[in-house]
Each structure stands twice: as C-alpha cells, then as structure tokens.
C-alpha cells in the first residue's frame, strides 16, 4: 500500500521562478485584459481605487493561505487545509468548490480566446477557437510538471513585459503626446469625464465585484505547494512578491488607459488595451498587443487546468473523489486522470459559445467569482480555526505570520460578504447567486452519499 501512495504522489519539479509566474500567470489574464472594460465602466478612473481596496484585502487573504502553506505544504491546498483544521465535510466541500471556481474560471478564459482571435478572423466562431485551445492546453498539462512550470513561465513573463511595455508606452503617449499629434495627453481625461469619481462611491462599490473576479488565481501560490523543491523560502516570497506586483499592473496599466482614453469611450467590445493603441493610430501595436492578451488568456486557462488536476487529485487521496483520479503518469508526474475530467468538463464552455456566444463571458464570470468569494471565505476561515488548533505557543513559533490576527480575518470575511450581496445589484451576476444554492446543495448531497 505505501508503494503505491508513493507510485500516485506528485513529482517535486517546480522552482522559485516557476511558483512565482504560476501565480501571478493565474492572477492577469481576462480580469484586466478584458474584464476591466466592464469594471471602468462603472466606477471610471475611480477603478484604481476599487483595485486598491479589492488588493488589500487579498494581501490578507494571501498571507492567511500563507501561513498554512508554508507551515505544511501540500498541493491539496485549501481542501487540505479544511480537511485538517475544520472536519471532513468542510474538506469536502472546500475542495469541489475550488475545483468548481476553476473550472468556470477555464471556461471564461476559453471564451475570450474566441473573442480576441476574431480581431484576426472574425468569420471564425469562437466555439471553435476554443475547442482547439482547450485540446492544445490539456496536452501541456499532460507534461511533466516541469515542462508545464517552463510553458507557464514563459507565457506568464510575456504578458508581464507587455504591461510594463504598455505602461511605458502610454507615459511617453501621455508625456510627449506622440500618436497624439505631438501634443501631451497629459493626465486631463482622468477628471473631464465627469470627474475622478463620475458615478460616485456607488459605482466604486459595484466595481468590487469585477475586481475580485480580476484578483482570482493568486490563491495557486497553495496549490504549488507540493511540487516545490523549497516551500518554506519559495512561498513567502512568492507571496509578498505577487501581490504587490498584481496592483502595480493592475492600478498602473488601467490609470494609464483612462489618461490616454476617455473612460466613457472604452466599449468593452475588445481589449481596452487593443482598442486604445488603435485609437490613438498605432495598429502594428494594438495587433501585437492582441497576441499578448490572447497569450495572456491561454496563461490563465493553462495554470487553472493545472489547478483542478491538483486539486482532483487531493480530493482521490483523501477518498472524497473517486480514486482512480489520484493516479499520476509514470514519466511525467501529472495527475492525468483528474487533468483529463477537469478539462472535459471545462468544455462545456465550447458547447455554451456555441449555443449562446453573446452572453456566455458575463454568466460564466459572474459564477466564478461567486465560487471564488467563497474559495476565499474558507482560507480565511480556516486560518482561524488553524490558530485556535495548535494555540498560542505554537502560533508564536511560525515562521510566516498573517498580519493584525484576528482582526485581519474578520474584516476579510466582512468584506466578502458585501461583496456576494452586492452581486445582486448587477443583473448579469444574480444569475451566480441562484446557483450557489443549488450548487451548494448538490455537495451536501454529495457528501452525505459518500458517506453511506
């Protein structure tokens, strides 16, 4: 039996660089590429500030999975975590949930590679850009885990050097004014339109919820967890490097789109960074651009598969899956079996543009960041329960802290809660709210007859 524990366990080839791309891959993909159209749309250059806000409360909830990660590594994650410090069913459920969150999170990211391959070929559907995305990103996954770590590294580092590209561009577009007729955009179109808050604290408020879709897959940096060489080094400064670099892009890249383009002008009908360099007459630009945020896309679907395979494969080992999902390949390490279900499942999302290609992003987002909202309500809540196990003498010994424990956690968890009934003042996302009911009822049912 211990043979075969050994023959099912995941390979060790993830390094430092790999652990910090993986997360930060996770994090900019539709969010800001796509999403933020939607975001500046209700909150206008007062999105920065929403950015701020959401980024906060993630730097909590990131040094709370810290904590655990780094105290015991494992590629289970959250469901491990749960299992340990909260019972069975909370292992239970904690883990279909992030593999539920990341699923629909794949199946947002497919359906946006439709959407900027058409920039291209727009006579091509895009059911079928992502039927052959979908089958080219599961055969990665189906690789070492090393050569996943290599792909994703360097897919990762190709949309980071196109927003600092971006970035700098725009300050030169903004400083200089060239693409503008030589003269200086300046910083004016951040308070014209209607000023920096044009819809007030209540356009803020919405925004939080397309933030924080935005801010889902910095929480990989867990998953990672037991493929690491170096966990207790790795982690911590993946962490604390990740979170604030997400905010420099995020807060800096969209600053500088509201600067050189009205806020009120971005149409959401593709990339807001797409749109704004062929705007301002640089289409060479804006085309290369588009390769970026469709590679960014591909990123972001690449590291969610490889999420749920993990995750699938937790669940096998702690016999809350079927057990055949926690057998890996031989050679390669992966967990093929759960990659195989997990990106099945996640092709739904092909059926569903082809079905309903106008809506399909809006309802697939808005369930993703529900189940996210609540992926994110459980590290938070079992970090206190994690506390409350080991005491205060062992807590004293960690080595990496949450900050301001308890009140950290219960802010966290307050703000969350706002978050989910502000989805209710969205129509898109009320959608997510009736099925968080029936999805939540269809685990307990689910664990009561696994029980049996």
Request: glycine content about 10%.
């Amino acid at each position: 039996m211990g043979r075969n524990n050994r023959s099912n366990d995941l390979h060790k080839g993830l390094k430092n660089r790999h652990v910090q791309m993986i997360a930060l891959g996770g994090a900019i993909g539709t969010g800001l590429f796509y999403g933020s159209a939607s975001a500046i749309g209700l909150a206008g250059p007062a999105i920065a500030l929403a950015y701020l806000i959401g980024g906060l409360m993630i730097y909590f909830i990131m040094r709370a999975l810290g904590e655990l990660s780094v105290d015991t590594p494992n590629s289970g994650s959250i469901s491990y975590y749960a299992y340990e410090n909260l019972g069975d069913f909370f292992g239970f459920f904690s883990g279909w949930n992030y593999w539920f969150n990341y699923v629909a999170v794949t199946m947002a990211e497919l359906t946006v590679v439709g959407i900027y391959v058409q920039y291209w070929f727009p006579d091509i559907p895009t059911w079928v850009t992502a039927f052959a995305f979908l089958i080219l990103i599961t055969c990665v996954n189906l690789l070492s885990v090393k050569l996943f770590g290599e792909f994703e590294f360097y897919f990762a580092l190709i949309k980071v050097v196109a927003i600092i590209g971006m970035i700098i561009l725009g300050l030169i577009i903004i400083f200089t004014g060239i693409g503008n007729n030589g003269v200086p955009i300046g910083f004016s179109n951040l308070f014209d339109e209607g000023g920096f808050l044009p819809n007030g604290m209540t356009g803020v408020l919405l925004s939080l919820v397309l933030v924080m879709f935005s801010f889902g897959g910095v929480e990989l940096v867990g998953i990672t967890g037991g493929e690491v060489d170096t966990p207790k080094k790795t982690i911590p400064k993946a962490i604390n490097q990740v979170v604030y670099r997400i905010l420099i892009f995020y807060v800096g890249a969209l600053l500088v789109i509201m600067s050189i383009f009205p806020w009120n002008q971005i149409d959401g009908e593709s990339s807001p960074f797409v749109q704004i360099l062929d705007g301002i007459g640089i289409p060479a630009a804006a085309g290369i651009l588009n390769l970026v945020v469709l590679t960014a896309a591909i990123s972001a679907h690449n590291s969610s598969l490889y999420s749920n395979g993990r995750m699938l494969h937790s669940l096998a080992k702690q016999g809350n899956a079927p057990q055949f999902l926690q057998r890996v390949g031989n050679r390669t390490g992966a967990p093929v079996p759960a990659i195989l279900l997990s990106s099945g499942v996640a092709g739904i999302a092909v059926i569903i543009n082809f079905l309903f290609p106008e809506k399909v992003f809006s309802y697939v987002m808005a369930i993703a960041t529900v189940a996210g909202i609540i992926n994110w309500i459980m590290i938070v809540t079992i970090h206190l329960a994690f506390r409350k196990r080991i005491g205060k003498k062992a807590a004293s010994k960690l080595s990496f802290k949450m900050p301001l424990y308890p009140l950290s956690n219960y802010v966290v968890l307050l703000f969350l809660i706002a978050v989910i009934v502000i989805m209710g003042f969205i129509p898109d996302y009320r959608l997510a709210l009736y099925i968080l009911p029936i999805w939540v009822l269809i685990l307990v049912i689910g664990y009561n007859l696994k029980r049996k």
